[in-house]
């Protein structure tokens, strides 16, 4: 199952179990949040904009008037309140404090009998009653799982990970780049000059390169494309140079055949054997560089006509 029908059908299924999305940066894990809640209550918020541990409590269980310096005289609702029976989602969930971690840890674990069962206990800051509120907490980090690991408390690990969900990256969801790119591009909105790069030698390179921010990188190119196309640089071979050397220099690495295959040759053996190793090398090399590319273009790309050569 594809990781979108995946979070629709945990999201909207029964049960107030938590989620976990781990996926690079610029994967798309707030928007796929917002795609699939459209007709819940979704309430968000980006643990690492908290300033303060005072400031990140404040916002997820709220405060009674007063309750600190600033807080004003009146009270404050916390997301967990105000996402009641709808979606909590807390994106870059690592950055907590060990101290709100502590807290968010309490506040998720339900009750179990009464009238307030399956729903999580939360308490303002400076209250001294509790409040009971039911809500689908949706946890997300770019972080991979072992350093998450490090970073969460272990029982608040277990509690956010009920159910784990990876969004892919680029690279590993093979994704066809030149209608990403236009989809991209056409949502840029761009106000002048905004017909869509049609140079062959662009998506050959776009297919070479380490999309590290994913498709936050793709923006990066196509706003540096339309700017390169303000700044009159003649040709599109042109704004094409200007565009790979600014995101080869501050977003990404191109990777080129150039670059050395690690294979030793020996004397003490066959020449067959040689080439089957050697061949066996370059594979490895390639499905390791050419991240976006079929097996087809990486033939063409080495100038070899057929790539099972490689595999022998």
């Not at 007709?39 to 269980?61: G, H, Q």
């Not at 209608?179 to 106000?191: C, K, L, R």
Request: aromatic residues 10%.
């Amino acid at each position: 199952m594809k990781f979108d029908e995946q979070l629709k059908s945990y999201l909207s299924n029964p049960g107030w179990f938590s989620i976990l999305i781990i996926g690079e940066r610029g994967t798309g894990k707030t928007k796929f949040i917002k795609e699939f809640s459209v007709e819940r209550n979704v309430k968000e918020a980006n643990c690492a904009s908290f300033s303060d541990d005072t400031m990140a409590e404040s916002e997820l269980f709220g405060h009674k008037g007063g309750a600190f310096t600033g807080a004003g005289k009146e009270d404050k609702e916390g997301l967990f309140q105000a996402a009641d029976k709808g979606v909590l989602f807390l994106d870059e969930v690592h950055n907590l404090s060990k101290r709100v971690q502590e807290k968010l840890m309490t506040a998720l674990q339900t009750e179990s009998s009464g009238d307030n069962k399956g729903k999580f206990k939360i308490r303002k800051l400076g209250d001294t009653k509790d409040n009971y509120v039911k809500v689908r907490p949706v946890f997300a980090s770019n972080k991979p799982i072992d350093e998450l690991k490090k970073l969460l408390l272990p029982d608040l690990y277990d509690r956010i990970s009920q159910l784990v969900l990876k969004i892919p990256s680029i690279h590993e969801s093979k994704v066809n780049l030149k209608e990403a790119f236009s989809n991209v591009w056409n949502n840029m909105q761009f106000e002048k000059k905004n017909e869509i790069p049609e140079i062959d030698t662009f998506y050959e390179w776009l297919n070479r390169i380490k999309l590290d921010g994913n498709y936050r990188t793709l923006q990066n190119i196509a706003i540096n494309w339309h700017q390169g196309r303000l700044m009159n640089l003649q040709t599109e071979e042109n704004v094409f140079e200007f565009v790979k050397t600014q995101i080869e220099t501050y977003h990404s690495s191109s990777l080129s055949v150039s670059q050395n295959i690690q294979y030793n040759f020996r004397k003490d053996t066959t020449r067959k054997v040689m080439e089957k190793e050697y061949h066996n090398a370059l594979y490895s090399w390639a499905k390791e560089n050419y991240l976006n590319m079929t097996d087809k273009e990486i033939a063409k790309e080495l100038d070899i006509s057929r790539l099972d050569i490689l595999k022998k």
